[in-house]
């Protein structure tokens, strides 16, 4: 049977509206293109996004890493620039 790579990391937002908008924002947009070869899993609490990764091949990691962060990176920018809606 062959190995299962792994990868986990996380982001603090330190505030949960933040994280919550980016982790809805990327569970909704992102899916991964090879479901067969890559899994990712995403959890958000206390302000974090919490995200597993397992591949069968660090090709296949190596690839989904850098796409997933480079569009966290795009959300979490236009987060900052244009700020949480004011609900009052």
């Known amino acids: 049977m062959a190995s299962v790579?792994?990868?986990n990391f996380e982001v603090?937002?330190?505030f949960e509206e933040q994280a919550s908008i980016v982790y809805k924002t990327l569970a909704a947009?992102?899916?991964e293109l090879q479901p067969d070869k890559v899994?990712?899993?995403m959890t958000v609490s206390d302000g974090k996004i919490f995200v597993h990764f397992e591949a069968v091949e660090a090709q296949f990691l190596r690839a989904?890493?850098?796409a997933f962060v480079d569009l966290m990176?795009?959300?979490t920018k236009l987060v900052e620039e244009y700020g949480v809606a004011d609900s009052s």
């Open 29 to 31: 947009v992102d899916k």
């Open 39 to 41: 899994k990712r899993e």
């Open 5 to 7: 790579l792994h990868c």
């Open 73 to 75: 990176v795009l959300v």
């Open 64 to 66: 989904s890493f850098g």
């Open 12 to 14: 603090d937002y330190g």
